[in-house]
């Protein structure tokens, strides 16, 4: 085995932008030269990695991957740096074998998914860093949403016809009801929600809130006693903007989102949604 350290992996990483395990391999082959080791990754075409690193990803594609009894369901991102790539099938390619690979290992978070293998010997980190030398461009996986136990759905979104979907939105719902999770998600799609209930809203934001409403009013001249009043009615217009739950619906505004639930009978559980770039 060759005779190398953590270090001079982290070393040949920050030096090429190659992944763990194709490092690993350089050392190896280099017998733990990194200069070596640079070189063999650049014969291997990852040296163009690195000098993509500073370019910006900012267009890509968001995919889905519902199982067939809808009980789990997958929404992955992956970005590049132009639409050119990203309507390629071979960058689609990418973005849906994550996305399955997603649904089998269930990864805690991103740095997990990172780290997992997804064929025998080659971590997702490495399978990104391939994609990113053989499309020629920079290639970002740093967001994705898993959710299971209910009945999942997926809306997607084209904001152009040329190119694939752009918005993503994956809904999770207590039970069965196919057209109201349709709508929801479209609804959400629309109006991008940040948080489900107004419950959800860190106690932070809401207090920063109050104190924008209640300089504000003051700024406008606003009478003193009605400061209270007036800075509690901005602070629920705050949360009818940003909770889904609180929205009007965008099917018929004179109902909130809650209602539409409430009269299908279901619940909504959770709800994710990805732009791409933003």
Same mark, same amino acid.
């Given at each position: 085995m060759a005779n190398y350290t953590a270090a001079d992996v982290k070393k040949l990483r920050e030096? &090429?932008?190659?992944? !763990? !395990?194709?490092?690993?391999?350089?050392?190896d082959e280099a017998e733990g030269s990194v200069d070596k080791a640079v070189e063999i990754l650049r014969v291997k075409g990852q040296k163009g990695v690195a000098k993509r690193e500073s370019r910006s990803a900012e267009n890509g594609a968001v995919v889905s991957l519902i199982s067939e009894d809808k009980t789990s369901g997958v929404l992955l991102e992956l970005k590049c740096e132009t639409d050119f790539v990203a309507k390629g099938e071979?960058?689609?390619a990418v973005a849906n074998a994550l996305a399955a690979h997603v649904a089998a290992t =269930?990864?805690?978070?991103l740095e997990a998914l990172?780290? =997992?293998e997804i064929?025998?010997?080659?971590t997702v980190q490495a399978y990104v860093d391939e994609a990113n030398a053989t499309l020629g461009e920079k290639i970002v996986l740093d967001r994705f949403a898993q959710f299971s136990g209910g009945f999942v759905?997926?809306? !997607?979104?084209r904001t152009m016809p040329d190119l694939p979907p752009q918005v993503g939105v994956l809904v999770e719902l207590d039970k069965e009801s196919?057209? &109201?999770a349709k709508?929801?998600?479209q609804h959400i799609a629309a109006f991008a929600p940040k948080y489900l209930t107004r419950e959800d809203v860190p106690a932070d934001v809401v207090e920063n809130e109050r104190r924008v409403a209640e300089a504000t009013s003051r700024e406008e001249g606003k009478p003193e006693a009605a400061l209270p009043k007036i800075v509690e009615g901005r602070v629920n217009g705050f949360f009818k903007e940003n909770t889904l739950l609180a929205q009007p619906f965008a099917k018929d505004n004179k109902k909130s989102v809650e209602k539409v639930l409430n009269e299908a009978g279901v619940t909504l559980k959770r709800f994710a949604r990805i732009r791409v770039g933003a």
């Open positions: 030096l &090429t932008g190659a992944g !763990m !395990m194709d490092c690993k391999k350089a050392l071979k960058f689609l =269930s990864p805690a978070d990172l780290a =997992s064929e025998a010997g080659k759905a997926a809306y !997607m979104h196919a057209e &109201t709508d929801v998600a």
